[in-house]
C-alpha cells in the first residue's frame, strides 16, 4: 500500500505541475494577445489623430495660399490699369489737345 499511495502522490504532484505549467503558458499567451491588441489600438487611434492633423493642416495651408493669390490679383489689378481705363485716359488725353488747339 505504500508504494502505491507514493506513485499516486507521485502522479498528482506530476498532473499538479503539468496543469500548473499549462495555466501559466495560457495566461502569459493570453497577456500577450491583450498587450498586442492595445499596441493596435494605440496605433490605429495615432494613425487617425495624425490623418486629422493633416487634414487640418492643408485645409489651412489651402487657405492661406488663396488668401495669397487674391491680395496678389488685387496688387496687380491696382498696379496694371484695366483696358477701360487706359481708353478712359487716352481719350481725355486726345480732348485735352483739342482744347488746347481751339483755345489756340
Known amino acids: 500500500m505504500l508504494v502505491s499511495c507514493a ?3 507521485n502522479v498528482t504532484i506530476f498532473i499538479l505541475d503539468q496543469y500548473r505549467q499549462m ?3 495560457e ?6 494577445m491583450d498587450a498586442d491588441y ?10 487617425k489623430r495624425r490623418e ?3 487634414k487640418a493642416a492643408e485645409e489651412r495651408t489651402a487657405k492661406k495660399r488663396l488668401k495669397r493669390q ?8 491696382l498696379s496694371v490699369p484695366s483696358e477701360e ?6 481719350s481725355s488725353e486726345d480732348n ?9
Open 70 to 77: 487674391k491680395k496678389k490679383e488685387k496688387k496687380i489689378k
Open 52 to 54: 486629422e492633423r493633416l
Open 96 to 104: 485735352s489737345d483739342n482744347d488746347e488747339a481751339a483755345i489756340s
Open 23 to 25: 495555466r501559466r503558458k
Open 27 to 32: 495566461q502569459d499567451r493570453l497577456a500577450r
Open 38 to 47: 492595445q499596441r493596435r489600438k494605440e496605433e490605429a487611434e495615432f494613425i
Open 85 to 90: 481705363h487706359r481708353k478712359e485716359e487716352s
Open 7 to 9: 506513485s499516486w502522490i
